[in-house]
């Protein structure tokens, strides 16, 4: 049973216009991604802008240990949502608090990466930046209760 | 600049049939996650069964602190292949050694989720179950390098 502890640092952070906790329209948003790791050289970002979409891993920093949700809620508190658990929702209150986002890339210059529709906000540190590739896509097709699409509805 | 450590526990384990770390094959692969989190009620899984597929968060166990790369290598060290930076690939040699992969869900049977294509191997530690939704695929069309398709040509 893995109860080791596993310890992360960040690689980078989030420089971004988004500076509150809300939960909509993140699709025009351009941020900056800064590769801030002294351990990761340069040409870790190599080949980088290859790709048009990246897979950014973060971590929401500003959920505190108390504020994270063991079991079930309802999504946003809304009452005429189902009682779901963490594990099948998406919602930042989560165990480990780890984010897993796609976004578009628009450049890459030296050790900032500029993207759009990053759902981070400003100061979110980045455990890791992979490249989004057709392959790692969900393969046959993707269903989902109701309730989720009504919660997407305005988040790009 | 984000340089304090982070600390996460797994929330569960893979049980695999697969035990070694070869790289292909993995799309007709049948696994399971044993949530065995203390700290995890039974119902953080409430309605994960209503979803099609899910995103797995886990680590790479396996990978020593002298394997990371931190700067740039040839995939799979193939010579055909250019130099490619390591947050511009998805090896696990990485820094922080996360893995994201999106599999297809069988079954959730009480904290057992049973999933297909997931490429972790036996007891790979687990950070974080996410539910995939198609708002959070990729917009617009996903481009990258010939290296990545062909690289990815048997990977599931």
Redesign the interface.
Known sequence: ?????????????VSSPRTDLSDDDW?SVESTII???P??????????D????L?V?F?F?RVTADDI????RRPRGRQEW?????????AKA???R?G???C?LISVNGREIRVQ?LDAIN?T?V???????????????????AW??EL?KD??
């Open positions: 049973m893995p109860t080791d502890t596993i310890t992360m640092t960040p690689i980078g952070v699709g590769i801030t790791s351990d990761l050289r340069d040409d870790a970002l190599l080949g980088l290859t790709f048009s979409h897979d891993v971590y920093n949700e063991h079991g079930a189902p009682l779901v658990g963490i594990l099948a929702q998406r989560r165990p480990n780890i897993v986002s796609c578009r529709g100061h540190p455990l890791d930046v992979k490249p989004c590739m057709r392959e790692f896509q969900p393969i046959g097709d993707v269903t989902q209760p989720s699409h997407m988040y790009y």
